[in-house]
């Protein structure tokens, strides 16, 4: 048994040999995305993981990558934005796996409308900072409800509005009304001068 070493004994990755046909891989930070971009060794375990898993869309908005049972977590979740929800998070060889089953034509993900959010954002879309969970703000409507460490609930209202925006500009162009239509009309002028007001 031979293990698989990347610079001295502290940063071994937990890679062995099991036999002439099977390998054990751990994908923690030692084998990540970023780590394959600057270590050959890395990227070549990485290609072979992601050449053989297998991909499929899991409850609408995720997909269910699986490494097979030499992989260790054998099974990862992606959200359709491409975060994984394992420690590595968007720097997992999964999102690099769903990324390549995406190009190749497989069934993409459903998106969720603007404004509903199936779980907090790893980043406020208004401002990019670190945002969390706030369950005052969750709704059936919205769906989780999350604040962000620079705005707070600011940014999150404002997400709302720009999504409502966009939502009854697209309704009034399907229905083609201009809504500017609706703006305060003029007095109506009454024929041979009669006023409602005064009769």
Request: proline share 7%.
């Amino acid at each position: 048994m031979k293990p698989f070493y990347k610079g001295d004994i502290q940063d071994q990755l937990i890679m062995h040999e099991w036999g002439s046909n099977g390998i054990d891989v751990c994908l923690d930070h030692r084998l990540s995305n970023s780590e394959a971009r600057v270590n050959d060794e890395v990227k070549k375990v990485l290609a072979s993981v992601i050449r053989q898993a297998i991909v499929k869309p899991f409850h609408d908005y995720y997909y269910r990558v699986d490494f097979g049972p030499g992989v260790r977590p054998q099974y990862h979740i992606v959200s359709h934005d491409f975060y994984c929800t394992c420690a590595l998070e968007a720097d997992c060889a999964a999102v690099i796996a769903v990324r390549m089953y995406l190009r190749d034509g497989g069934e993409p993900a459903r998106m969720p409308r603007p404004g509903y959010f199936l779980t907090v954002p790893h980043a406020c879309p208004i401002c990019g900072s670190r945002a969390y969970y706030q369950p005052k703000l969750s709704s059936k409507n919205r769906g989780i409800g999350w604040e962000c460490q620079s705005g707070g609930k600011k940014c999150y209202w404002q997400n709302e509005l720009a999504a409502l925006q966009v939502a009854y500009a697209a309704k009034w162009k399907w229905l083609e009304i201009d809504p500017s239509a609706f703006k305060k009309l003029p007095l109506f002028d009454f024929k041979d001068g009669y006023d409602p007001d005064h009769d």
